[in-house]
């Protein structure tokens, strides 16, 4: 089974700020991976697959980038409602797996 | 407009059985591969189980034996029938729909909770 690993666990952070969110894997992964956005209540959101293919209707700010075994998950610019949960996936191989997730918290 | 929209989910005794029903529309369902995923109180996301196009299957090695998914193109709808539940299998199970280089989970329905308590 493919590990994710995400950090930091928290990241206090104000609007206006960026943010840097860290995915890596426990074996390659090439570039089969994804990244959730989830808010308290909600299911979540795809915002990137591929590694770096923002989803439909993801704004600009979002970015992701990476391949093999270390991803990262840009916000360039942080709007009120980009503070949430987020997970990184991967589809290598089976099982898929999620990462634990990151909290992106206002600071 | 992509909706899921699952039911099905309630409170169940450990050992007991329970379908839960995800109903697609906005998509040409029969062409794409359909999964299961969970979340129970306080954690993170784990998938459950998948079905392809085609009808081939899989499952997470703790629910194998146990959950058995299926879809009907008929009706534009996948269930995934669960039994002997279990306490750990205590969640919120969404249905998603798979992008079509099966990388992601594309677009998920609301969720339904699933509680298995004595």
């Known amino acids: 089974e493919i590990v994710l690993t995400q950090s930091p666990a928290t990241l206090s952070l104000s609007p206006g700020e960026r943010a840097t969110l860290s995915c890596r894997a426990s074996?390659?992964?090439?570039?089969?991976l994804a990244w959730y956005q989830q808010k308290p209540g909600q299911a979540p959101r795809l915002l990137i697959s591929d590694a770096s293919s923002r989803a439909t209707g993801i704004p600009a700010r979002f970015s992701g980038s990476g391949s093999g075994t270390d991803f990262t998950l840009t916000i360039s610019s942080l709007e009120p409602e980009d503070f949430a949960v987020y997970y990184c996936q991967q589809r290598t191989n089976w099982p898929i797996t999620f990462g634990q997730g990151t909290r992106l918290e206002i600071k | 407009e992509v909706q899921l929209l699952e039911s099905g989910g309630g409170l169940v005794q450990p050992g007991g059985s329970l379908r839960l029903s995800c109903a697609a529309s906005?998509?040409?369902?029969?062409?794409?591969?359909m999964r299961w995923a969970r979340q129970a109180p306080g954690k993170g996301l784990e998938w459950v189980s998948a079905i392809g196009v085609g009808g081939s299957t899989y499952y997470r090695d703790s629910v194998k034996g146990r959950f058995i998914i299926s879809r009907d193109n008929s009706k534009n709808m996948v269930f995934l029938q669960m039994n002997s539940l279990r306490a750990e299998d205590t969640a919120v199970y969404y249905c998603?729909?798979?992008?079509?280089?099966?990388?992601?989970?594309?677009?998920w329905g609301q969720g339904t909770l699933v509680t298995v308590s004595s």
């Open positions: 998603a729909k798979v992008t079509s280089n099966f990388v992601a989970f594309e677009y």
């Open positions: 906005g998509f040409t369902f029969s062409n794409h591969a």
């Open positions: 074996q390659s992964v090439s570039s089969s």
